[in-house]
Structures are given as C-alpha cells and as structure tokens.
C-alpha cells in the first residue's frame, strides 16, 4: 500500500474508533486532546470524517518541488487538497510515529474546509503537553491528529 492507501486507513480508523466507542474520556482520546468534553470529542469525530472524505473521494495534487531540509511537508490553508511534499517525508517510514500516512493526515488537517488545524505543538511531547494545559488548542493542532491517527503505541 502506498502513503495514501494507509492514510485514508489511519482516518478512518480514527473515525471509527470515535464513532463507536462511547464518548469518554479513554486513554487514547485524552492523551492527545486532553480532558474529555462531549463537544471536543463530537468536534474531532466530524474532523476525521472530513479527513477520511478526502482520501477515500476528491483528487489530490502532491507538490514534490519542496527541497527544505528539516520539513515534511507543507500546504497553504486555502487551496485545498495541495500538499507540497519536502526532504524528510521521503525517508521517513510508511505507518508509524512520524510516518509517510501520518504526515499527509497532519497536512489534510489543516485545510479550512477538512478540520482547520494549526500547528499550536509538534512532536510527541508538545502535543501530550499541549493536550494537558489547552484542549480548546490540541483538538485543532494538526500533530495531535497525526499522532492519535498513527497510534504508535498503541492507546484505547
């Protein structure tokens, strides 16, 4: 499977999970979108359904011009479903933290018609931090998506 394939699995996945496990507080949930609010969780769900639209039914355009060193990826909020793909998303793994599938989801995220995300937090432990003192913030930070999406470890 290709980054796209397993994206589209990774937001569906989520979506699923969201949609059928009873809204509460678990530990996946909480670890990177912080306490649990019923309109938070409703707010995500809705997010990871516009995500999965997106790989399952619109034409993506892929940009591979990008030579920054130090990016994955990037897009500008306003044109949606262009992701202009930089150095380190091509060496980085296919599934996993940090991965191919995860990056397009980060990126997917921030068009305003999907989710509107921004980039309050990156990393692991900014987003688990940002998910402690701001959850208003990690429901609309794009590596919170990206890390709950990839679920690596895997949390329930």
Excluded at 39 to 50: C, E, L, P, S, T
Excluded at 56 to 85: E, W
Excluded at 141 to 156: C, G, I, K, Q, R
Aim: overall charge neutral.
């Amino acid at each position: 499977m290709n980054a796209i394939s397993w994206a589209l699995r990774y937001a569906n996945n989520s979506f699923i999970y969201l949609n059928n496990t009873t809204p509460c507080g678990t530990d996946r949930y909480k670890t990177w979108y912080g306490t649990f609010m019923l309109a938070n969780w409703n707010k995500v769900k809705g997010q990871y359904k516009n995500i999965t639209n997106v790989f399952n039914s619109k034409t993506m355009t892929f940009d591979c011009g990008c030579t920054d060193a130090g990016y994955y990826a990037y897009v500008y909020r306003d044109q949606p479903y262009i992701i202009h793909l930089c150095s380190l998303f091509w060496s980085a793994p296919m599934t996993g933290t940090d991965s191919k599938a995860g990056t397009l989801i980060h990126e997917t995220s921030h068009f305003q018609t999907i989710a509107g995300t921004y980039d309050y937090a990156y990393s692991k432990d900014g987003c688990t931090s940002l998910a402690s003192s701001s959850p208003s913030k990690s429901i609309m930070n794009a590596d919170s998506h990206e890390y709950f999406a990839e679920n690596t470890p895997v949390l329930l």
